[in-house]
Every structure is written in C-alpha cells, then in structure tokens.
C-alpha cells in the first residue's frame, strides 16, 4: 500500500506538486528530503505487474462495451434500459470474460450474458457481427 502511495505521489508530482510535497512531508517526517528531490520511477519498477492475460481481456471488454453501447445508440434504447445482449465468444476467452462480466455490464449498460439466445427467443433476436480479438463475435438482443 505504500509503495502504491509513493508512486502515485511520483507520478503526479509534475501535475500538483505542492498537494504532493505536502502528503509526501506527512508520511516521510522530513526523514528523505523533498520528493522533488527523489529519483522519478522507472518502467522497470512496474514490469511484474504487467499482465498479458489480463490486459488482453480488457481489451475485449472494452470493445464488447464499446460495440453494445454502438448497437443500443443506434436502436434508439433509453440509457436507462438494460437490455439482455448474448454475446458468443470463442471458448478460450469466455473464462477470463466471465471474471470481469460485472465491469463489462456497467460498461455498457447492458446485462451480457456468454452464451446463445435461447430458442424461444431466437426469432425475435436482433444479431450483429463485430470483431473481438481478431475473431467475428455474434451479438444478439431481443428486440426492443
């Protein structure tokens, strides 16, 4: 937690330096010097907390997000609606996906289910294409 605090202090220094010279006084007691005196961080400091995985899978989230927001914009749904979409990703994404499907459905202001529609819903089901992850990904809604 102080490692967090201290480089956050590093990082918007430039921006507010006298907010961050005054939280920096507080929790060093003048023991350091001033934080305009300390070296600035490096990228090195932050590579083991780089995730791959992690990164690749909000990205996706992200352009599912993005792509719903799209669909419900130009179906002229209420922002305050929150219609069922049924997403279809490869099955090699769907773990990951699941892990962060609350982010996702405050993202898009939609609930995001990962699997087909069901039957009885197919016939009334709007259904887009979009690209995520270099993969065509099926989108369907009930239509509203």
């Not at 669909?71 to 994404?93: D, G, N, Q, T, W």
Request: some cysteine; overall charge positive; aromatic content about 10%.
């Amino acid at each position: 937690m102080r490692w967090a605090l201290t480089m956050g202090l590093h990082l918007a220094h430039p921006l507010i330096p006298f907010v961050t010279e005054e939280i920096w006084a507080c929790l060093n007691e003048n023991k350091s010097g001033m934080l305009i005196q300390q070296n600035f961080p490096n990228s090195d400091e932050f590579k083991q907390y780089h995730n791959p995985k992690l990164n690749e899978t909000m990205n996706a989230c992200s352009k599912i997000a993005k792509d719903i927001r799209s669909v419900k914009a130009r179906s002229h749904v209420p922002r305050k609606e929150k219609p069922i979409f049924y997403v279809e990703l490869s099955a090699c994404i769907i773990p990951e996906m699941v892990k962060v499907k609350d982010y996702l459905d405050f993202l898009s202001g939609s609930d995001v289910k990962f699997e087909a529609p069901p039957k009885s819903d197919r016939r009334k089901c709007l259904t887009y294409l979009f690209d995520v992850c270099g993969t065509a990904t099926r989108f369907s809604t009930v239509q509203v």
